[in-house]
């Protein structure tokens, strides 16, 4: 990473800074805070995360004994923190808009430093330096290469290699897409060997699920499941009424798009979720087929090849059969 150097110097320069990520955070966007927050800390610095939403409850093991402020619980706190920082750091992310208006538009505003360590396609031009590596699996990896190209290396220990571990670990299905590559598994080598502890990591990650996690999941899969067999797609939906119904927590449906696309025959899965009056689209695809132009020309997302993620602003029913109505031209 060419920019270790220069970011390390911002850091050690700074007098506030702020990590941000994107809104609905996941392992990735979870793990990569906190492993930059702290190898921060082994610098002597401190810093503080500050998040457009909570910490969904499948990662929230992870933060230990860091805190991070949410702006929809603790808006005037982030407002202050971020206005009165002089670098700020923007994970896992390519645009403000991936914050949330409200969030990005005080991103824009501040005059801080900012930062970009993301492996996103299409970056925007909204920030002073800008690691942008979509070949990359995962920021969390973007962030061990941070270690290690500035020469700080002999800091990686357990406590940082963690989240790290978390963040490559939930961002590569385990290991399992394409995204991975023989570096991949050098720098999971790398933090095993500095005292990470994978099975706990995969156990607490993985192996806390509630019952009404379990019903839910199970109800998407067995009522709210559509094979469209002519494009080789699965569609699930999940309605409002039907996630409180099974007490839904944040989180709980996390990686349900990939186990329909896992479905033998099936090469692209969409997974609709109403909330309010919009409903958030999530895309998983394999193969040949690429799901980021889908969610960025039509749904107000973007994304990678065979991952993205968009929303809609009109009914549940009206959403899918928009997207229905679009597979001739992309599938």
Known sequence: ???????????????????????????????????????????????????????????DWAKGDAV?????????????IMKTSDLIFCLDYNGSNRLGKEMGELLDSCSATKVMIDHHLNPEDFVDVAVSQPDVCSTAQLIYELIDSSG??????????????????????????????????????????????????HQETYDNNRVDKLKLRGHIIAERLEIISEY??????????????????????????????????????????????????????????????????NFDGGGHKYAAGGINHDTLKNTIDKFKSLLPKYF
């Open 232 to 297: 080789k797609v699965a569609i699930i939906s999940v309605t409002e009424s039907i996630l409180e119904s099974f007490n839904y927590i944040k989180g709980d449906t996390e990686g349900l798009v990939n186990l329909a696309l896992s479905i033998e025959g099936v090469e692209m899965a969409a997974f609709f979720t109403e909330k309010g009056e919009d409903v958030k689209i999530s895309f998983r695809s394999k193969g040949e087929l690429a799901v980021n132009s889908i969610a960025s020309e």
């Open 152 to 201: 700080k290396i002999d800091l990686l220990n357990a406590t940082i290699g963690m989240p790290i571990y978390l963040g490559i670990m939930t961002d590569t299905g385990s290991f399992r897409f394409s995204s991975v590559t023989p570096r991949t598994h050098e720098i999971i080598a790398s933090l095993i060997k500095a005292g990470v502890n994978h099975t706990d990591v």
């Open 1 to 59: 990473m060419q920019e270790a150097n220069k970011i390390v110097k911002l850091i050690e320069k700074a007098e506030r800074i702020v990590i941000t990520s994107h809104r609905s955070p996941d392992g990735d966007s979870i793990g990569s805070s906190l492993g930059l927050y702290r190898f921060i800390q082994a610098l002597g610095k401190t810093a503080e995360i500050c998040h457009p939403d909570p910490c969904p409850k499948f990662v």
């Open 68 to 80: 991070i402020l949410d702006f929809e619980e603790n808006e005037s706190e982030v407002i202050d």
